[in-house]
């Protein structure tokens, strides 16, 4: 079964740094782009960027890029999106996502997200 | 920001039919990008349901159907359930931006 599974839960303070995990099993990790969806409460979702665990070529969303970076240890079959100095807007439910062989294709299956919440 | 449009919220009884729609551009749907549609229910991690304008993953019910015109998709829901009470939202590629974007979700209410 593929599968990606997220870290926990966490909570910080504005300014510290943060690196959540998504770990993928069931398949071969290096083949398949992972994306990162961002959820605000109660608000959509925001595609946030992408990463090739094969060589680690990552793209970012305007809206995102320099804000945080995406990373992968394939050794460990594990994706991470981190965090510099977070700050309370980056309050957020983070999903994981495989994509699908096709460039232009659809997010299949998701991790169970993790729960960010920045609050002094 | 999304570049997808969805009506905020659409409604039915049981055994209704309803339809999602997703407006977007020349840079995304009218480019000719395949249009993909998810649900989330409360408290759950989105779940592919529509892939590929109009294909149903395994599992998915032939009561959702899905269709891409010019620059806009439609999801369907016929035989409308208590279950499929959810956010749904729609997927694509856009160029200008160079990544994917999604719709700005619906919310599905059976009445």
């Known amino acids: 079964e593929v599968q990606l599974v997220q870290s926990g839960a966490e909570v910080k303070k504005p300014g510290e740094s943060l690196k959540i995990s998504c770990k993928g099993s069931?398949?071969?990790?290096?083949?398949?782009?992972i994306v990162w969806v961002r959820q605000m409460p109660g608000k959509g979702l925001e595609w946030m960027g992408i990463i090739y665990p094969g060589d680690s070529d990552t793209r970012y969303s305007p809206s995102f890029e320099g804000q945080v970076t995406i990373s992968a240890d394939k050794s460990i079959t594990t994706a991470y999106l981190q965090w510099g100095s977070l700050k309370a807007a980056d309050t957020a439910i983070y999903y994981c996502?495989?994509?699908?062989?096709?460039?232009?294709?659809?997010?299949?299956?998701w991790g169970q997200g993790t729960l960010v919440t920045v609050t002094s | 920001q999304s570049v997808l449009t969805q009506p905020p919220s659409v409604s039915g009884a049981p055994g209704q039919r309803v339809t999602i729609s997703c407006t977007g551009s020349?840079?995304?749907?009218?480019?000719?990008?395949?249009v993909h549609w998810y649900h989330q229910l409360p408290g759950t991690a989105p779940k592919l349901l529509i892939y590929?304008?109009?294909n149903r993953p395994s599992g998915v019910p032939d009561r959702f159907s899905g269709s891409k015109s010019g620059t806009s998709a439609s999801l369907a829901i016929t035989g409308l359930q208590a279950e499929d009470e959810a956010d749904y939202y729609c997927?694509?590629?856009?160029?200008?931006?160079?990544?994917?974007?999604f719709g700005t979700g619906t919310k599905v209410t059976v009445l």
């Open positions: 997927q694509s590629y856009d160029s200008s931006l160079s990544g994917s974007v």
């Open positions: 996502a495989r994509k699908s062989s096709s460039w232009y294709g659809w997010f299949d299956p």
């Open positions: 069931g398949y071969s990790f290096t083949d398949y782009w």
């Open positions: 590929d304008n109009n």
């Open positions: 020349s840079s995304n749907i009218g480019a000719g990008y395949d």
